[in-house]
Structure formats: structure tokens, C-alpha cells
């Protein structure tokens, strides 16, 4: 089965833990992790509610691929309703906790209510008891793990947590498990912090056994294996150089959004690149990059492991940040890097190190600071408001200080903690923030990506790329090529992406796998694990249905068509260089097209048919 | 003609001597194809996956067209990669 069929189901306000048997009916409709979550979010909670408040819930979910041999069968996701968006919120990580409360023998732990005192939940398989957290409430994630190894005295306890930022109201804080992994996205550290609970820490010795056929399973896993290895991309792109390699790519092509998106190239890319990172520094001789590594299970390991230079001013006097570190990913590189005009490899490596430390998304605080400084150039904020700190583009210093001060909610840090929406509103220029449905963009600029456009406008999330990465098609050629530059055919193409993706993301598999796998190479793996028939036909179809099971959750939340759009300045602002120059997003041309594929009515909403059509 | 050439990731390495940030001037011939210089740079021809004339992506078929350069154009290269 591949499933436990188990759920841990917590009640922070009373302190009780039970165990109730997993849905297996959904499981056959939403499979598991974002789907299947996102399902029971949908039945339990009141859309409306306050996602701060008690009556939100906070799911952690793994897919049922997840902790068996499959390669990058480890990934979970946290959902819940999202404090930053007020739409419905799914951050999905790798690292080591998924597998392991697999192995504890849960498919999903559901935290409800809110905890009268900071508490964390202690899981050693079947056992599971809510502890008080006093002692680490006020501290970081990193001290947090820290404690939690030495109070259980095991080495090999997983940990997420959540760290400062989170308990002072940071609105995109995130939840960091195996200390530099993040369920990173939309605030759902914000609204586990809201709920008093500090840490989750699980030891699995159980195993995950169920799967329906283990030779086949085995085979399967296997051959998928072999097309990893054997794909450049996922066997020496990747592992080589992370996602990192895409700064050059993304900058060449005039896409990278560059000081709040005002410009579309950055003159200092190459400096914080993959390449920059690999290269020796003339300070220390040593280069950023240490190694890679690699979730659990996965045999792509694209992660980063860095570390600065002991003598850069963010951490001279500083040893705690001297050894090696989870290491920048291309999304941290740009938001924090170019989007903040800053060129100081090591300076971002820092934010990078204390935004893991503390729990912070590096995208929407980047993307934040960069509206910070727009708005700073502008005078509409002044050094009063900043503590005298002087946020101009490119400052190092600037970056530095924002990012201690988000993480620990001190001064200017609780106006950056509102994001860039909230930040810009509460200045009087909404138009400066970046963001679609409250949520900061990532590093792809929609005027030289037009599939990337639409793909933010509709994503259930608000602005993001992973919920429909078409830079694969348009920019690397992945499946196959088609042109950035124009509209005609990304419709169908986000459409693709945006439900494929969701079927990867409920499996327990990495999204990096779809460079080399599509679903044709995950269902055979499903096939064999999992009672039910699944085939890359029902899997796109099953994408589908958790695509539009979000999309009725944000309506009624309150969302409606007029939030699936698009900064002014993005569509009236032209790209000013390369080879998008004189271009703006084309949004208005594709969005008609996208809900007539996806079976909405003009104004957005579901229409009968297709709520039939999908069993919703 | 004098372009620019930019080799990435793994085929940094293949730039000539003094090549800066992964780039570096070169000089071509006008009739000059794209085939040409990545051979001339030992570059693979299957590792010339993203082929980028001023940031604009070239098609395999145009790669052996010559006239498809000109006077300080920037050509950059990229084997098969990815992020997110
Ligand atoms: S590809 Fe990267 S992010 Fe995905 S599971 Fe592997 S190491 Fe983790």
C-alpha cells in the first residue's frame, strides 16, 4: 500500500494525541502529501478563517513514496492556510523528517487548536507526547536542534522547528528541518509559531513496508534510477553545480529581475553565481562551495554546502558561522542577490546562513528588503524608520543588518516581516510590491518568461515557480523548446505543468526528478507501491483535481479573478535591456485562454461540469 | 569580427587563457558558423545544448548557417542544465 494508513491527529489546546485511520478513499483521489492534505484542509477548516488564529490547522504530510527506496523519496510538505496570502498554503521539503515520520509509521501528523504554553511533539514511533518548550521558545532553530538532541540524547532524532522570526510574527516564516531544509513558502512557520508549538521531533525505526508489489517496486525504482544517472541534467548538471547554474542562463536571457524588478539584468550576476561559487576566493583561497549533498534517498543531490570567508565583515567575530553550511540555492542567490543589487557572494551567503538559522524564506525577504530599498531611494522611508541603517541597492551592509533583524523581529525587522505588500501599503506605494496574492516573486522575470507570468498569476499560492516551472520548456528546452518571448501556446503549457507538478508534489518525489522523469516514468513507481491502478494518464488528471480543489478553497476564502494578476509594473513597464527590451507581460493575452482550458467560467470560478468531471 | 564567447558549467574550462568570468574576446571569421567555434573550443556538440546569440536562443538547424554573427555579437553556452 505504501501508505501506513495512520494519521497522528494533535490537539494543541487540550494537549491530546490520537491515532485515527488515514482516508483511504481520498488517498484513491488525492494520493497523498499536498493532494491528500489539502483535501482534509478543505473538509476541516472554514476557509474564512483567521490563519493566525486557532481554527487554522497545520498539516505535515508525507506522499505515499515517501521513506521507501524510490529515488528522492523523502520530500514532505506542511499546508495550512497561509497568514501572508490568505490563500491556501503547501511548502514541500526534502531533507530527512519526511522519511523518518514515515518510518515512525504516520502518513500525516494534523495540528489543531492552539497550545496554552510553547510545546513540542516528541514521536519514537507509535509513541508520540506533546513537551514543554519553554526552555527553547526564544531561540533559534539551530539552538533548538541543538537542545532537543541533548535533552533525548539521540544523535539521530530529525527535527523541524521553527525559530525566532516565526514566534515574533515574521509573515513568511518558514519551518527548517535537518537544519538547512525549509518548507519555505507562504508563512507556514508563521502559523505553526502562531499555535505555540516550537518543534516536532521524530525518531522512525519502523520501516515502510506495504508496498503492494516489492519486486516489481524494486525494479521499477531502479530502472527510474538509471535515467537519472544518465540524464545530464539530473546526474551532472545538478549535482555539479545546483540550481544555481541557472544565474547566467536566467541573466543572459534578460530575464533576471534585477532592484525590485525595475531591471531585468544584473551586472553583478556572474559574482554570486554557481560558477563564482566554485571558484577560489583571493581573500582566503578557499572557494564558497564546500560539496553537495543530498535529501534522503535521492540520488540527484543538488543541495549546497558553503562557507564564507572568516574574515568577511558579516562574520568576523562570529565563529558560529565559520564551519559549513546549507549553501545557496539559485532562488535565495537571486532574491537576496540581484534583486537587492547586491554582489557580495559572501554577504548573501550569510543572509542565506542566519535566514536557516532562524527560519526565514530568503525569496520573500529579499524580495522585501528589495522593496525596502525602492521604497528608501524614493524617501518614502528614511533612515528613521530603518534605524539609520542605509538601504540603497547593492548595500551588503544593508542586507546584512535587514536580515538579523527579520530574524529576531527587532526593529525595522517588524516592518520587513510584513512583506513586500504590507510593507508597501503601509508606506502609501502598494505599486512598489512585487507580489502576486500577497506572496513575493521568485527569480524569473515575466517579461522575458511569458509562461512565467500567467503561471504566477494563477498559482494557487501566490507568485511562485514551483507550482508550474515553463522556464523548463521555454528557457532549458525541457521536454521541449518554446519561445519565452511570446504568449501563443503558454496557456496550455502552464496548464501542463501546473497539473503535473501537483501530482509530483502528493507522490513523495522531488520535483527535480520531472528534468529527466514525467509521469510516465512516476506511475510505473506509484503502480507498484499502491493499491489502485495509476497510470501517467490518471496522475495528470488527479494534478488536475488538486489544482482545482485549491482553487475552490482561495474562492472561498474570498479570493476571486481579480487576484490572479500581475504587478502594474510588469505589465506596463517595459524590459529596458536584452533580448525582452521594449517588452511587457503579455498576461491579458493568455488568461482568457487558461480559464477556458481549465473549464472556469470568465470570471474564474469552477464551473458544474467541471467539478463533476473532476468527482469534486 | 570580434565577438564575445561564454562558456558555462562544465565547459568553462574550454575558454582560452585570460577568458574573464567566463568570458572571453575572440575572432572569427564573417562566414563563420556557430558549429565552428564550438568545435574550435572542443566543445562536444551534444553539451552545446543552450546556444544563446545575444541571450536569444539558437535551433540546431541554424547552427551550421553561417552569417548568423556579427561584429560584437555575444554567443554563450551551456550543456544540458536546470535549477528552480
Ligand atoms: S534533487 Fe535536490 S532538493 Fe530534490 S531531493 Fe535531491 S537533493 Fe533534495
Redesign the pocket.
Given at each position: 500500500m505504501a501508505w501506513t494508513g495512520k494519521i497522528l491527529r494533535v490537539d494543541l489546546t487540550k494537549g491530546s494525541v490520537d491515532v485515527e485511520p488515514l482516508n483511504m478513499e481520498w488517498a484513491q483521489a488525492y494520493l497523498g502529501q499536498r493532494g491528500l492534505a489539502t483535501k482534509y484542509l478543505v473538509e476541516e477548516i472554514d476557509p474564512k478563517c483567521d490563519a493566525l488564529g486557532p481554527d487554522n490547522k497545520l498539516i505535515m504530510a508525507t506522499g505515499p513514496l515517501t521513506g521507501t527506496m524510490a529515488s528522492?523519496g523523502?520530500?514532505y510538505s506542511v499546508i495550512c492556510k497561509s497568514p501572508l496570502t490568505g490563500a491556501v498554503a503547501c511548502s514541500n521539503s526534502?531533507g530527512f523528517i519526511g522519511a523518518e515520520m514515515k518510518n515512525a509509521g504516520w502518513d500525516m501528523i494534523i495540528f489543531e487548536g492552539k497550545a496554552p504554553q510553547p510545546v513540542y511533539l516528541h514521536i519514537e514511533n507509535d509513541k508520540a507526547q506533546l513537551l514543554p518548550a519553554d526552555e527553547i521558545w526564544g531561540t533559534s532553530v539551530w539552538a533548538t536542534d541543538e537542545w532537543l538532541h541533548k535533552r533525548h540524547q539521540d544523535p539521530a532524532l530529525r527535527i523541524a522547528a521553527v525559530g525566532r522570526s516565526a514566534e515574533q510574527g515574521c509573515l513568511y516564516s518558514v519551518v527548517i528541518n535537518d537544519l538547512h531544509r525549509a518548507a519555505g513558502r507562504s508563512g507556514v512557520g508563521t502559523v505553526m509559531a502562531s499555535k505555540n508549538l516550537k518543534a516536532v521531533a521524530v525518531r522512525g525505526t519502523l520501516g515502510v513496508g506495504n508496498i503492494k508489489d516489492p519486486a516489481r517496486f524494486m525494479k521499477e525504482t531502479a530502472e527510474a534510477k538509471q535515467i537519472l544517472a544518465e540524464n545530464a541534467v539530473t546526474g551532472q548538471g545538478?549535482p555539479t553545480f545546483g540550481t544555481q547554474v541557472l544565474m547566467n542562463v536566467i541573466n543572459e536571457i534578460g530575464a533576471m529581475p534585477t532592484r525590485n524588478m525595475r531591471e531585468v539584468q544584473f551586472e553583478g550576476a556572474h559574482k554570486i553565481s554557481a560558477e563564482a561559487m566554485a571558484e577560489p576566493r583571493k581573500t582566503d583561497g578557499k572557494p564558497n562551495l564546500t560539496t553537495n549533498?543530498?535529501?534522503f534517498g535521492?540520488t540527484?543531490?543538488?543541495?549546497r554546502i558553503s562557507t564564507i570567508d572568516r574574515t568577511h565583515f558579516t562574520i568576523e567575530n562570529k565563529p558560529q558561522y565559520w564551519g559549513n553550511s546549507g549553501g545557496l540555492e539559485y532562488e535565495a542567490a537571486w532574491a537576496m542577490g540581484s534583486d537587492t543589487g547586491v554582489d557580495d557572494l559572501d554577504a548573501v551567503t550569510y543572509a542565506n546562513f542566519v535566514c536557516n538559522e532562524d527560519g526565514v524564506d530568503p525569496i520573500s525577504f529579499g524580495a522585501t528588503v528589495a522593496a525596502a530599498m525602492e521604497l528608501y531611494e524614493n524617501g518614502h522611508i528614511t533612515d528613521k524608520e530603518t534605524g539609520g541603517v542605509a538601504f540603497k541597492f547593492g548595500s551588503a551592509e544593508a542586507l546584512a543588518k535587514a536580515v538579523e533583524l527579520v530574524a529576531t523581529g527587532e526593529g525595522f525587522g517588524k516592518d520587513l516581516g510584513l512583506g513586500s505588500k504590507l510593507l508597501c501599503e503601509k508606506y502609501g506605494q502598494p505599486d512598489l510590491s512585487m507580489t502576486v496574492k500577497g506572496q513575493e516573486f521568485p527569480a524569473y522575470d515575466p517579461r522575458g518568461i511569458q509562461g512565467m507570468g500567467l503561471a504566477y498569476a494563477t498559482s494557487n499560492r501566490g507568485a511562485c515557480h514551483l507550482r508550474g516551472y515553463t522556464v523548463a520548456s521555454e528557457v532549458l528546452g525541457i521536454p521541449e523548446k518554446t519561445d519565452p518571448l511570446v504568449t501563443e501556446g503558454k496557456a496550455g503549457l502552464v496548464k501542463a505543468f501546473q497539473d503535473a507538478t501537483a501530482a509530483f508534489d502528493s507522490s513523495g518525489l522531488?520535483i527535480?526528478?520531472s528534468f529527466a522523469w514525467t509521469l510516465e516514468n512516476v506511475a510505473p513507481q506509484l503502480d507498484a507501491a499502491c493499491e489502485g491502478a495509476w497510470s501517467p494518464e490518471n496522475l495528470a488528471e488527479l494534478g488536475e483535481r488538486v489544482w482545482n480543489l485549491e482553487r475552490e478553497f482561495n474562492l472561498k476564502a474570498g479570493l476571486t479573478a481579480a487576484d490572479d494578476t500581475l504587478p502594474k509594473r510588469l505589465t506596463t513597464e517595459k524590459a529596458n535591456t536584452g533580448p525582452a527590451e521594449g517588452k511587457v507581460s503579455g498576461l491579458s493575452e493568455m488568461l482568457p485562454e487558461y480559464y477556458e482550458l481549465r473549464g472556469w467560467t470568465k470570471d474564474g470560478q469552477l464551473t458544474k461540469e467541471t467539478r463533476q468531471r473532476l468527482g469534486l | 569580427m570580434k565577438i564575445t564567447l561564454k562558456l558555462y558549467a562544465t565547459l568553462g574550462e574550454r575558454l582560452p587563457p585570460g577568458a574573464y568570468e567566463n568570458a572571453a574576446q575572440i575572432d572569427v571569421a564573417p562566414d563563420v558558423t556557430l558549429n565552428d567555434i564550438i568545435d574550435r573550443y572542443k566543445v562536444p556538440r551534444e553539451l552545446a545544448h543552450l546556444v544563446l546569440i545575444n541571450g536569444l536562443f539558437t535551433c540546431e538547424e541554424d547552427r551550421d548557417r553561417p552569417g548568423t554573427l556579427s561584429e560584437g555579437d555575444t554567443l554563450a553556452i551551456w550543456p544540458p542544465v536546470a535549477g528552480g
Open positions: 528522492t523523502g520530500r526534502g545538478l549533498a543530498g535529501c535521492c540527484i543531490a543538488c543541495g522531488c527535480f526528478t | -
